[in-house]
């Protein structure tokens, strides 16, 4: 049974930082693309960033660019998302997503498994 296990989010104020992890189970994660999205309340399912199999290849949404960073420890089975420079508008429950193969994509469609979400809060 594969499970994503999303962790490291929380209430932090403008201009802080988090570093959310998700951590897969039941699958070796090597050759899988992995994906993070974000659900503001009342909002969709947006994409945030995305990983290659190997991490040599990522995508980041313009809305985070130069503050968001994806990566990956295949040796771990984790993804990670490094949130620097928050915004208030960055508050959205967060998902962590392994995709059908190797290559990324930005649609929740090119997603196999999801995790529970993560709430991130930002206050202003």
């Known amino acids: 049974q594969v499970q994503l296990v999303e962790s490291g989010g929380g209430l932090v104020q403008a201009g802080g930082s988090l570093r959310l992890s998700c951590v897969v189970s039941g699958r070796t994660v090597g050759t899988y693309a992995m994906g993070w999205f974000r659900q503001p309340p009342g909002k969709e399912r947006y994409f945030v960033a995305a990983?290659?199999?190997?991490?040599?290849?990522?995508s980041h949404a313009e809305s985070v660019k130069g503050r968001f960073t994806i990566s990956r420890d295949n040796a771990k089975n984790t993804v990670y998302l490094q949130m620097n420079s928050l915004k208030p508008e960055d508050t959205a429950v967060y998902y962590c997503a392994l995709g059908y193969g190797s290559a990324y994509y930005e649609t929740p469609q090119s997603y196999d498994y999801w995790g529970q979400g993560t709430q991130v809060t930002v206050s202003s």
């Open positions: 990983i290659s199999h190997s991490g040599g290849g990522t």
